[in-house]
């Protein structure tokens, strides 16, 4: 089972408890920016990335608008994962939470 969470709570989750965080966005997506440490998942590479990580570290699954992310979210709950979260908003809504940098 997994849980939905805001992006203040993923916040507090990546700094307190060193969560994974999976982006399942298009590899393009992914490549025009994505949150610190986050790992881009899809199908092809979704075995691997199950193989090699702690089950035991919480797991923060990340899509566009936090849609995508909660079936996601679900798949990894059932292939061990103890701790699972779908993030609300999705990498959008991070992104707008973000500081603007100054140029």
């Known amino acids: 089972m997994y849980k939905r969470i805001s992006i203040e709570e993923t916040v507090e989750k990546i700094e307190k408890e060193s969560a994974l965080i999976a982006d399942i966005r298009d590899p393009h997506s992914f490549a025009n920016g994505h949150m610190p440490k986050a790992l881009n998942i899809n199908n092809q590479n979704a075995a691997e990335f199950i193989q090699e990580q702690d ?3 919480p797991l923060i699954v990340v899509c566009y608008h936090g849609h995508s992310s909660q079936p996601a ?3 990894f709950a059932g292939q061990g994962f103890s701790d ?5 908003g999705g990498f959008e ?5 973000q500081p603007v940098e100054q140029s």
Do not use: E, P, R, T
């Open 73 to 75: 979210a679900q798949y």
């Open 55 to 57: 089950h035991s570290k």
């Open 93 to 97: 809504i991070w992104k707008l939470s």
């Open 84 to 88: 699972v979260y779908s993030m609300d």
